[in-house]
């Protein structure tokens, strides 16, 4: 299977582009969904987590609280380098099942830390959608429940844009109208095909 690694920084638009992909009928494995399939109940890593962080990891219903862990992990770069020591070898495996799953021309792996936790080896291209820091901190304040200040941590924890940018074989901007996105997309999807044939 040919894979596109798509990433980006917190609020880029990832979703936006590997949306518009998947309505071409390319598969889009998710690296955030995948990272929520290996802490569901039930999974050893989510036994793990509430041993290692009490039962305040754990919300009512039996789940995990992702908005509590976030906070502890990105306040404490040890219990960051905790977890994703946990979880990152068990995200890999259910990527690989993912990806080898995958029946369309091509596959999509989707992952805001493609580079910096090794995804991009899976990948024979990789495709970055690039907006401006402070674009970041407009839509991701915008949509997720986050202070800016947090935001302002998880940019802090990914790979610095400047370099992202420099490891991208393709880069889109998302700066504009989503229409500016999708016509970019179409170019970059058309140039895939025909890499494949």
């Not at 305040?56 to 905790?82: C, H, M, Y």
Request: hydrophobic share 40%; aromatic share 6%; with cysteine.
């Amino acid at each position: 299977m040919w894979v596109l690694g798509v990433t980006g920084g917190i609020g880029s638009g990832k979703t936006a582009a590997t949306d518009y992909l998947a309505s071409k009928g390319i598969t889009i494995v998710d690296a955030d969904e995948c990272s929520r399939i290996v802490v569901e109940p039930g999974r050893p890593a989510l036994t793990a987590i509430e041993e290692h962080f009490g039962s305040e990891a754990i919300q009512v219903d039996g789940t995990l609280d992702r908005a509590w862990l976030r906070t502890q992990v990105f306040s404490n770069p040890d219990e960051r380098k905790w977890l994703e020591q946990l979880t990152h070898p068990l995200i890999r495996d259910e990527i690989v099942n993912q990806l080898n799953a995958a029946t369309s021309a091509y596959a999509v792996l989707a992952s805001p830390l493609l580079f910096e936790t090794g995804q991009s080896a899976f990948c024979n291209r990789t495709l970055v959608i690039d907006v401006s820091i402070d674009t970041q901190l407009a839509r991701a304040s915008a949509r997720d429940a986050n202070s800016v200040d947090q935001i302002k941590k998880i940019i802090a924890a990914q790979m610095p844009r400047e370099e992202r940018l420099e490891k991208a074989d393709d880069v889109a901007s998302n700066e504009g109208s989503l229409e500016e996105l999708y016509a970019q997309l179409d170019k970059l999807h058309e140039s895939y095909i025909k890499l494949l044939r």
